[in-house]
């Protein structure tokens, strides 16, 4: 049984920094791409990042290049968000995910998601 487990999550004033960890357990983890999406009160799931299975590529959405980071550490199992320059509209529950194809954004072609860490940006 494939698990993922985020971390890192809380409040941070507009600026700031935060790390989110996301475990995995349960499955070939270096075989898949891993993404992290997001979800805001009242809006729908949208992408982040994602990091294809070496952690030699990958891909971010416009509104977090430049400020966030992914990237994945396959002896730990574990893949990584660092978010620098963090702003309000960044204020979600983030979610990681896995998935057999690389650079997707879709939802539906992630096959296992984490329960959510919350991250909370104040002006």
């Known amino acids: 049984q494939v698990q993922l487990v985020e971390s890192g999550g809380g409040l941070v004033q507009a600026g700031g920094s935060l790390r989110l960890s996301c475990a995995a357990s349960?499955?070939?983890?270096?075989?898949?791409?891993m993404a992290w999406f997001r979800q805001a009160p009242g809006k729908e799931r949208e992408f982040v990042a994602a990091?294809?299975?070496?952690?030699?590529?990958?891909y971010y959405s416009d509104s977090v290049k430049g400020r966030f980071t992914i990237s994945r550490d396959d002896a730990k199992n574990t893949v990584f968000l660092q978010m620098n320059s963090l702003k309000p509209e960044d204020t979600a529950v983030y979610y990681c995910?896995?998935?057999?194809?690389?650079?997707?954004?879709?939802?539906?072609?992630?096959?296992?998601w984490g329960q959510g860490t919350q991250v909370t940006v104040s002006s």
């Open positions: 349960g499955g070939a983890f270096s075989y898949y791409a």
């Open positions: 990091i294809n299975w070496s952690g030699g590529s990958t």
């Open positions: 995910a896995r998935s057999p194809h690389y650079g997707t954004t879709m939802i539906r072609q992630y096959d296992y």
